[in-house]
């Protein structure tokens, strides 16, 4: 790594936080007026290691988040959701509001074929203990995986969809219930992606699974689900991950096509929000070349 990694920073202001994933950058602080050279430095670093850690940045209000968001890619608004008031794209998840606590193991919004490529996360309230969140580099999974499994998950699609099985796999509320039956759901999405997509920018392979899978195109449920254990239980295994202790002021950036993340729902009734800019993303594409298929998307 070079002596100036970003706007000046040395090397040795990158510290990794995990072997397989996850580093810290220290002093620096982030804006939208960053020099060019810093924001291709950072999207290095961020290809290089799925996700980085920034402490300090308090100075990062709604605007200034998105105008530094905004020179990583075009900002997009959930589908569903719509952005925070005050803001064009912005999504506020609140722990007290229905669907603000994101305890299931997830990439973003991959019931959409052209699903987000890059998160930008910042800490605004954080309770006094807990409220983690944990990501997993999904390229090692998959690297992990025995050639004969390779194989097999190279010639697996999945069919995602944002109406999944949400109440029988995290401890759900009645708020999140609603949020989930009345605005999560009110657009309805469905998309064939390959279960092994190859990285656009570094040509690495890596799986596309977590909680919003349906199903396996062509196997029937019961097989399917051991099938999807097998494989979601390898980018899970704590050497793929890293966890990180949120201060408020953090940004955590992520490259949502190589990686799934968690939040840790250990925080009881203790306050916690976090504001996310979106990245737009591009399509999956297959080993084979083949690319990620809508399947339905009903909008009423």
Do not use: C
């Not at 040795?12 to 960053?34: C, F, M, P």
């Amino acid at each position: 790594m070079s002596t100036n990694v970003i706007g000046g920073v040395a090397s040795t202001d990158v510290v990794k936080r995990a072997a397989r994933i996850g580093a810290e950058v220290k002093n620096i602080k982030l804006s939208g007026d960053l020099p060019d050279h810093a924001i291709a430095a950072i999207n290095s670093l961020l290809l290089e290691h799925k996700v980085i850690f920034f402490r300090n940045q308090g100075h990062l209000n709604d605007a200034e988040q998105e105008r530094f968001a905004a020179r990583l890619g075009k900002l997009v608004s959930h589908p569903m959701l719509g952005a925070a008031k005050g803001t064009t794209s912005l999504l506020e998840l609140d722990s007290t509001r229905g669907g603000g606590r994101a305890d299931v193991w997830h990439a973003d919004g991959t019931f959409a074929d052209a699903y987000p490529k890059i998160l930008v996360l910042r800490a605004v309230v954080m309770p006094t203990f807990g409220g983690d969140t944990v990501w997993s580099n999904t390229a090692a999974a998959y690297l992990g995986l025995a050639p004969p499994l390779q194989r097999l998950a190279e010639g697996l699609w999945a069919i995602h969809s944002n109406v999944f099985d949400y109440a029988g796999i995290a401890r759900v509320r009645e708020v999140d219930k609603k949020h989930f039956d009345e605005v999560f759901t009110k657009k309805v999405f469905e998309t064939e992606h390959p279960v092994v997509r190859v990285h656009p920018e570094t040509g690495e392979r890596a799986l596309v699974l977590g909680a919003l899978v349906k199903q396996f195109v062509g196997i029937p449920k019961y097989d399917g689900q051991k099938v999807f254990d097998l494989l979601q239980s390898h980018i899970t295994a704590p050497e793929n991950t890293v966890r990180w202790n949120w201060l408020e002021g953090d940004i955590a950036i992520w490259d949502n096509r190589a990686t799934q993340h968690y939040a840790v729902n250990d925080y009881g009734d203790q306050h916690r929000v976090v504001r996310r800019a979106t990245i737009e993303g591009d399509v999956p594409v297959s080993v084979d070349g083949r690319r990620s298929v809508t399947r339905l998307k009903v909008t009423e």
